[in-house]
């Protein structure tokens, strides 16, 4: 069983840099390729990135690529999503899911474990 949960939300100014996690308390992690999907105030959730089981595979969206890293720990049962240079068009809920396909998607419908979520708000 998979029970994700993520941290490292916050408030930050307009090119500032924030570290999201998310955990999973169960122990399957590894088995599992790991995305991070976010939603604005009245839009559907969108994806942002994704990490392959064994974290050498990633992909990202168009819009955050090159300010966005997306890691995982195994050992740690711990993903990461780094951002920089963070807009306030990043403002929104983040949330990470896990899902046990071999090659990485960015379809949320595939995702069949899903976080709480955390907020992340960019000032201008």
């Known amino acids: 069983q998979v029970q994700l949960r993520e941290s490292g939300g916050g408030s930050v100014q307009a090119g500032g840099s924030l570290r999201l996690s998310c955990v999973d308390s169960g122990d399957t992690f590894s088995d599992y390729n790991i995305g991070w999907f976010r939603q604005q105030s009245g839009k559907d959730r969108e994806f942002v990135a994704a990490?392959?089981?064994?974290?050498?595979?990633?992909e990202y969206e168009e819009s955050v690529r090159g300010r966005c890293t997306a890691l995982r720990n195994n050992v740690a049962n711990t993903a990461y999503l780094y951002l920089n240079n963070l807009k306030p068009e990043d403002t929104a809920v983040y949330y990470c899911?896990?899902?046990?396909?071999?090659?990485?998607?960015?379809?949320?419908?595939?995702?069949?474990?899903w976080g709480q979520g955390t907020q992340v708000t960019v000032s201008s």
């Open positions: 990490v392959g089981q064994s974290g050498t595979v990633r």
């Open positions: 899911a896990a899902e046990p396909g071999l090659l990485l998607t960015t379809d949320k419908t595939a995702y069949d474990y």
